[in-house]
């Protein structure tokens, strides 16, 4: 008998490895993806068609990453304790996480604080019974945009002065408003700031994965948009600036992929809103899974003012990261032709581009919400009877797509 059961698992397992799982990130403020809310209508919201929830929070999604705060387990934990095993269909949720910029790189105590509380983060979500953390790499102020761009001599400073500047500080020279809101340390090169957050986020990762071994990060932007190749065949990263603006993002992305210790999992989420057609998730889905860490892809940048993926880590990307897609009800303008989504976005367009996402995707959709109430009962932005009844039937054939 135990055999047939054994056997059955293993035809079983590969079926499992393969469901697609469509997580809720609502956009209307922070309270209707908070604990409070979550448990206060849990009746209702257990019943929505998602495979779980983004939960943001007051006491660790904007504090995580502040270096002044050390964040202790039974802080974090009171304000979200309700919430432990609480949805028991439901269990694909995350604790949110958003980018700051702890201060200088090579500050040993602040990045030590700022990894004792990812390892809080870490344990607080293994015991509410989540499946990890995402987290928001985009930078919503000046300080979140030192976190991710590394401050380069403009063009006039060196045009002016060009003694002053060695060779790939001159072949990284931008415009001013490149790097308007950048950091670096002058007594570092560039390679050595992406180095330095590299170790920085392998070490998160580790101590996270310490705290639970089998962890899920998905990482919302990912590092496409550092890479100065990942536009040239086809539009893979549309609008969010060129990769000159976003050097580090690569960075903290290869230091995550380098402590997952053959425990953890890691996703690209490739947060990009503009994808309608199946070659825009084909391309998108390639490039991010296997063409970012070709050969080809890398070889010819310079590491000295270009972030590239090291040789060492090329051969293990595929089998290592995890890609998945983001969709929105709200269309977006594009500079780029072929992407702009203003009037493609329909109940029907929207129907069609989630089925599209899971398809292309490895595990996980989010669908980012705006002006419709998902979880909340007071109805501000009233949900229309079509709307849940098309997203029932999307998250019913979730993994038939």
């Not at 008998?1 to 397992?13: H, R, Y």
């Not at 070659?279 to 070889?299: L, M, P, Q, T, V």
């Not at 009233?382 to 999307?394: D, G, N």
């Amino acid at each position: 008998m135990k055999k047939i059961i054994f056997l059955g698992f293993l035809l079983l397992s590969p079926l499992l490895s393969n469901q697609k799982h469509l997580i809720l990130a609502e956009g209307n403020g922070w309270f209707p993806h908070m604990a409070k809310n979550l448990v206060a209508n849990h009746e209702r919201i257990s019943k929505l068609p998602f495979s779980g929830f983004i939960m943001v929070g007051n006491r660790y999604t904007n504090l995580v990453m502040d270096n002044k705060r050390n964040l202790t387990y039974e802080y974090v934990w009171n304000e979200v304790k309700a919430m432990q095993g609480l949805y028991k269909k439901q269990k694909h949720n995350f604790l949110q996480v958003n980018i700051l910029s702890p201060g200088d790189f090579w500050d040993v105590k602040a990045w030590q604080q700022v990894t004792h509380n990812f390892g809080v983060i870490a344990k607080v979500a293994r015991d509410l019974g989540f499946k990890g953390i995402v987290f928001d790499d985009e930078a919503y102020n000046k300080s979140a945009k030192s976190m991710l761009n590394f401050k380069f001599p403009t063009i006039n400073e060196v045009q002016a002065n060009p003694k002053k500047y060695t060779e790939w500080e001159k072949k990284g020279a931008e415009h001013p408003w490149v790097d308007k809101n950048s950091y670096r340390n002058p007594h570092y090169t560039f390679k050595e700031h992406i180095e330095k957050i590299t170790f920085h986020f392998k070490n998160i990762m580790q101590t996270m994965v310490k705290n639970y071994p089998n962890i899920e990060v998905l990482v919302y932007l990912g590092p496409s948009l550092s890479h100065v190749n990942s536009n040239k065949k086809h539009p893979i990263v549309v609008d969010l600036g060129r990769p000159r603006n976003h050097e580090f993002h690569g960075a903290i992305f290869l230091g995550l992929k380098q402590g997952l210790n053959n425990q953890a999992s890691l996703h690209d989420m490739g947060e990009s809103y503009k994808y309608r057609e199946n070659k825009h998730f084909k391309n998108a889905y390639e490039w991010r899974k296997y063409g970012i860490a070709k050969d080809e892809s890398n070889n010819k940048l310079n590491q000295n003012y270009q972030w590239s993926i090291p040789k060492s880590e090329r051969a293990t990307w595929s089998n290592e990261i995890k890609i998945g897609f983001m969709v929105s009800n709200k269309g977006q303008k594009s500079t780029v032709d072929g992407f702009t989504t203003l009037h493609k976005s329909t109940l029907n367009d929207i129907e069609q581009t989630l089925k599209k996402a899971l398809n292309f995707s490895d595990k996980y959709v989010i669908y980012y919400s705006r002006e419709q109430d998902w979880l909340l009962p007071n109805q501000k932005y009233p949900l229309p009877s079509t709307w849940m009844k098309m997203m029932q039937k999307v998250y019913k054939n979730k993994s038939n797509q």
